[in-house]
Protein backbone atom coordinates (compact mmCIF):
# COMPACT_ATOMS: atom_id res chain seq x y z
CA UNK A 1 0.00 0.00 0.00
CA UNK A 2 1.50 3.36 -1.09
CA UNK A 3 2.02 5.59 1.65
CA UNK A 4 -0.42 9.08 2.52
CA UNK A 5 1.74 12.06 1.29
CA UNK A 6 1.65 14.60 3.50
CA UNK A 7 1.47 18.36 2.93
CA UNK A 8 5.32 18.70 4.01
CA UNK A 9 6.13 15.49 1.85
CA UNK A 10 5.07 17.21 -1.19
CA UNK A 11 6.57 20.64 -0.31
CA UNK A 12 9.38 19.25 0.71
CA UNK A 13 9.81 17.23 -2.87
CA UNK A 14 8.57 19.72 -4.64
CA UNK A 15 11.96 22.21 -3.46
CA UNK A 16 14.06 19.54 -3.81
CA UNK A 17 13.02 18.88 -7.29
CA UNK A 18 13.40 22.68 -7.98
CA UNK A 19 16.76 22.79 -6.33
CA UNK A 20 18.49 19.97 -8.78
CA UNK A 21 16.51 21.49 -11.43
CA UNK A 22 18.32 25.20 -11.16
CA UNK A 23 21.41 23.45 -11.09
CA UNK A 24 20.81 21.17 -14.13
CA UNK A 25 19.31 24.07 -15.99
CA UNK A 26 21.83 26.50 -15.30
CA UNK A 27 24.75 23.90 -16.24
CA UNK A 28 23.47 22.14 -19.26
CA UNK A 29 20.51 24.87 -20.31
CA UNK A 30 16.69 23.68 -21.12
CA UNK A 31 17.40 21.30 -24.18
CA UNK A 32 20.18 19.64 -22.39
CA UNK A 33 18.19 18.80 -18.87
CA UNK A 34 14.94 15.84 -19.30
CA UNK A 35 12.51 15.05 -16.95
CA UNK A 36 14.21 11.12 -16.98
CA UNK A 37 17.31 13.12 -15.87
CA UNK A 38 16.26 14.55 -13.01
CA UNK A 39 13.77 11.57 -11.90
CA UNK A 40 17.38 9.70 -11.84
CA UNK A 41 19.41 12.72 -9.82
CA UNK A 42 16.14 12.68 -7.34
CA UNK A 43 16.40 8.37 -6.88
CA UNK A 44 12.68 8.58 -8.07
CA UNK A 45 10.62 6.89 -10.95
CA UNK A 46 10.50 8.81 -13.84
CA UNK A 47 6.98 9.31 -13.81
CA UNK A 48 7.07 11.31 -10.24
CA UNK A 49 8.11 14.59 -11.25
CA UNK A 50 4.84 14.66 -13.15
CA UNK A 51 2.75 14.43 -10.51
CA UNK A 52 4.05 17.95 -9.29
CA UNK A 53 4.12 19.79 -12.50
CA UNK A 54 2.83 19.60 -16.20
CA UNK A 55 6.13 19.25 -18.01
CA UNK A 56 9.80 20.06 -18.30
CA UNK A 57 8.89 23.87 -19.22
CA UNK A 58 6.52 24.01 -15.73
CA UNK A 59 9.55 23.05 -13.83
CA UNK A 60 11.16 25.69 -15.64
CA UNK A 61 8.96 28.52 -14.86
CA UNK A 62 8.78 27.83 -11.53
CA UNK A 63 12.46 27.67 -10.58
CA UNK A 64 12.77 30.93 -12.64
CA UNK A 65 9.88 32.15 -10.52
CA UNK A 66 11.26 31.67 -7.89
CA UNK A 67 14.81 32.62 -8.50
CA UNK A 68 13.30 36.19 -9.36
CA UNK A 69 11.67 36.40 -6.35
CA UNK A 70 14.30 35.65 -3.92
CA UNK A 71 16.56 38.88 -6.35
CA UNK A 72 14.10 40.91 -6.18
CA UNK A 73 13.45 40.66 -2.43
CA UNK A 74 17.52 40.96 -1.89
CA UNK A 75 17.06 43.99 -3.72
CA UNK A 76 13.71 45.38 -1.81
CA UNK A 77 15.87 44.49 1.79
CA UNK A 78 18.85 46.58 0.71
CA UNK A 79 16.95 49.31 -0.43
CA UNK A 80 15.05 49.46 2.84
CA UNK A 81 18.33 50.25 4.61
CA UNK A 82 19.25 53.37 2.68
CA UNK A 83 19.34 56.49 3.73
CA UNK A 84 17.92 58.40 0.49
CA UNK A 85 18.30 57.96 -3.48
CA UNK A 86 21.85 57.36 -3.84
CA UNK A 87 22.73 55.72 -0.64
CA UNK A 88 19.68 52.97 -1.57
CA UNK A 89 21.19 52.70 -5.48
CA UNK A 90 24.55 51.92 -3.90
CA UNK A 91 23.24 49.47 -1.67
CA UNK A 92 21.11 47.92 -4.28
CA UNK A 93 24.24 47.01 -6.67
CA UNK A 94 26.12 45.90 -3.83
CA UNK A 95 22.93 43.49 -3.10
CA UNK A 96 22.68 42.62 -6.89
CA UNK A 97 26.15 41.80 -7.39
CA UNK A 98 26.59 39.73 -3.66
CA UNK A 99 23.20 37.94 -5.16
CA UNK A 100 25.15 37.12 -8.16
CA UNK A 101 28.21 35.63 -6.74
CA UNK A 102 25.98 33.25 -4.12
CA UNK A 103 23.21 32.36 -6.40
CA UNK A 104 25.24 31.61 -9.54
CA UNK A 105 22.63 29.00 -10.97
CA UNK A 106 19.73 31.16 -10.12
CA UNK A 107 21.50 33.88 -11.38
CA UNK A 108 21.95 31.96 -14.99
CA UNK A 109 17.94 30.48 -15.43
CA UNK A 110 16.83 33.98 -15.16
CA UNK A 111 18.80 35.72 -17.81
CA UNK A 112 20.32 33.19 -19.93
CA UNK A 113 17.27 30.82 -20.65
CA UNK A 114 15.42 31.64 -23.69
CA UNK A 115 11.21 31.38 -21.89
CA UNK A 116 8.10 32.86 -23.01
CA UNK A 117 7.22 35.09 -20.06
CA UNK A 118 3.58 35.41 -20.48
CA UNK A 119 0.53 34.92 -18.70
CA UNK A 120 0.79 30.87 -19.45
CA UNK A 121 2.58 30.92 -16.33
CA UNK A 122 2.10 33.82 -14.55
CA UNK A 123 4.12 33.34 -11.54
CA UNK A 124 6.84 34.14 -13.37
CA UNK A 125 5.10 36.91 -15.69
CA UNK A 126 4.64 38.78 -12.27
CA UNK A 127 8.07 38.12 -10.45
CA UNK A 128 10.15 39.03 -13.60
CA UNK A 129 7.96 42.13 -13.72
CA UNK A 130 8.82 42.43 -10.23
CA UNK A 131 12.54 42.40 -10.61
CA UNK A 132 12.56 43.93 -13.59
CA UNK A 133 10.99 47.40 -12.32
CA UNK A 134 12.59 47.69 -9.16
CA UNK A 135 16.21 47.85 -10.55
CA UNK A 136 15.18 50.66 -13.03
CA UNK A 137 13.28 52.44 -9.53
CA UNK A 138 16.55 53.74 -8.31
CA UNK A 139 17.24 56.01 -11.51
CA UNK A 140 13.36 57.10 -11.19
CA UNK A 141 14.58 57.88 -7.56
CA UNK A 142 17.41 60.11 -8.33
CA UNK A 143 15.49 61.98 -10.67
CA UNK A 144 12.55 62.99 -8.77
CA UNK A 145 15.15 63.67 -6.10
CA UNK A 146 17.10 66.39 -8.36
CA UNK A 147 20.16 64.54 -8.36
CA UNK A 148 20.46 63.14 -12.18
CA UNK A 149 18.79 64.90 -15.27
CA UNK A 150 18.23 62.00 -18.18
CA UNK A 151 15.59 59.31 -19.13
CA UNK A 152 15.00 57.37 -16.00
CA UNK A 153 13.95 54.39 -18.18
CA UNK A 154 17.42 54.56 -20.48
CA UNK A 155 19.23 56.03 -17.14
CA UNK A 156 18.26 52.75 -15.05
CA UNK A 157 18.43 49.94 -17.96
CA UNK A 158 21.92 50.99 -18.67
CA UNK A 159 23.16 50.82 -15.54
CA UNK A 160 21.58 47.14 -15.56
CA UNK A 161 23.21 45.89 -18.63
CA UNK A 162 26.50 47.21 -17.71
CA UNK A 163 26.07 45.11 -14.40
CA UNK A 164 24.72 42.30 -15.98
CA UNK A 165 27.57 42.08 -18.71
CA UNK A 166 30.18 42.59 -15.44
CA UNK A 167 28.65 39.46 -13.94
CA UNK A 168 28.32 37.38 -16.89
CA UNK A 169 31.91 38.15 -17.49
CA UNK A 170 33.09 36.79 -13.78
CA UNK A 171 31.10 34.15 -14.22
CA UNK A 172 32.75 33.28 -17.31
CA UNK A 173 36.11 33.53 -15.49
CA UNK A 174 37.31 36.54 -17.67
CA UNK A 175 38.08 38.61 -14.86
CA UNK A 176 40.09 36.82 -13.07
CA UNK A 177 43.30 39.16 -14.11
CA UNK A 178 41.60 42.02 -14.42
CA UNK A 179 40.02 44.88 -11.67
CA UNK A 180 38.11 43.57 -9.28
CA UNK A 181 33.90 43.40 -10.27
CA UNK A 182 33.09 45.78 -8.05
CA UNK A 183 36.04 47.82 -8.75
CA UNK A 184 34.66 47.99 -11.76
CA UNK A 185 30.91 48.42 -10.81
CA UNK A 186 31.83 52.24 -9.20
CA UNK A 187 33.72 53.09 -11.59
CA UNK A 188 31.36 52.81 -14.69
CA UNK A 189 28.50 53.41 -11.75
CA UNK A 190 30.40 57.13 -10.93
CA UNK A 191 31.24 57.62 -14.65
CA UNK A 192 27.09 57.44 -15.41
CA UNK A 193 25.98 59.32 -12.58
CA UNK A 194 28.79 62.15 -13.83
CA UNK A 195 26.96 62.21 -17.08
CA UNK A 196 23.67 62.64 -15.84
CA UNK A 197 24.37 64.80 -13.12
CA UNK A 198 21.55 67.67 -12.41
CA UNK A 199 22.37 71.08 -13.80
CA UNK A 200 21.59 72.36 -10.27
CA UNK A 201 23.71 69.81 -8.43
CA UNK A 202 26.54 70.48 -10.88
CA UNK A 203 25.87 74.31 -9.89
CA UNK A 204 25.88 73.33 -6.31
CA UNK A 205 29.07 71.51 -6.10
CA UNK A 206 31.25 74.17 -7.69
CA UNK A 207 29.90 76.40 -5.41
Known sequence: MPRYLTEKDIADFRAELCRVATERFARFGYEGVTMRQLAEALGCSPKTPYRYFKDKADILATVRAEAFSRFAETLEAAAAKGDGPLDRARLVGDAYLRFADEHPHAYRIMFEIDQPISEEHPDLLRESKRARTF?????????????????????????????????????????????????????????????????????????
Not at 144 to 160: E, H, N, T, V
Open 135 to 207: VTQQAEDMVKAGLIDADPQLFGWSMWAATHGLVMLKQAGMLEHGPDIRTLAGFHGALMFRGALATSAKTGRKR
